[in-house]
T-cell receptor
């Protein structure tokens, strides 16, 4: 079983739609959680950290459920520029990150 | 603005060659990492370093070694390149800070093809 599992997609949505991605992790001792974004042929970049209380950054909302070992990302009012691969990332130890394989999002006009 | 640079964007080598991939960061970060990224497998950690001359094995260290002689530079070495090492190689750096796990900043990647 992979440490971090994501639906690879692609998710095809029209502009303005709301889309949600989910991720599960297997290590109950995981300490920190993140969503990274990776554009085609580019390097990953931090999108947002994920906290137990949930957090929001503009159109993006992240949630963590430690009991179910489940992380989510909600994108509201999708833009064309949101097209990318979204990587679920879990920190399992000293500065060490484990990456999911990513969920691809395609936003169309 | 943090900048992580890698010596080459594209590299083509032959089986058995010794390959050096160089990474430099300009933000005085203590931690540096080497990953490879393959379709369907995501990013996998090869080696990381939390200080000069210190190194730790990641999840897939076999066939690789690293060197960190200066804080800003972290090199990945393929002692004898093989075709299964054809991949995208990504370097990253981070600062441990005081609040735990901090953001990793990535370089643009080196696409290595081993023929």
């Amino acid at each position: 079983r992979k440490e971090v599992e994501q639906d690879p997609g692609p998710f095809n949505v029209p502009e303005g739609a709301t889309v949600a991605f989910n991720c599960t992790y297997s290590n109950s001792a995981s300490q920190s959680f993140f969503w990274y974004r990776q554009d085609c042929r580019k390097e990953p970049k931090l999108l947002m950290s994920v906290y137990s209380s949930g957090n929001e950054d503009g159109r993006f909302t992240a949630q963590l459920n430690r009991a179910s070992q489940y992380i989510s990302l909600l994108i509201r009012d999708s833009k064309l520029s949101d097209s990318a691969t979204y990587l679920c990332v879990v920190a399992t130890g000293f500065q060490k990150l484990v990456f999911g394989t990513g969920t691809r999002l395609l936003v169309s006009p | 603005d943090v900048k992580v640079t890698q010596s080459s964007r594209y590299l083509v080598k032959r089986t058995g060659e010794k390959v050096f991939l160089e990474c430099v960061q300009d933000m005085d970060h203590e931690n540096m990492f080497w990953y490879r990224q393959d379709p369907g497998l995501g990013l996998r950690l090869i080696y990381f370093s939390y200080d000069v001359k210190m190194k730790e094995k990641g999840d897939i260290p076999e066939g690789y070694s690293v060197s960190r002689e200066k804080k800003e530079r972290f090199s990945l070495i393929l002692e004898s390149a093989s075709t299964n090492q054809t991949s995208m190689y990504l370097c990253a750096s981070s600062d441990p800070g005081t609040s735990g796990i901090n953001e990793q900043f990535f370089g643009p990647g080196t696409r290595l093809t081993v023929l």
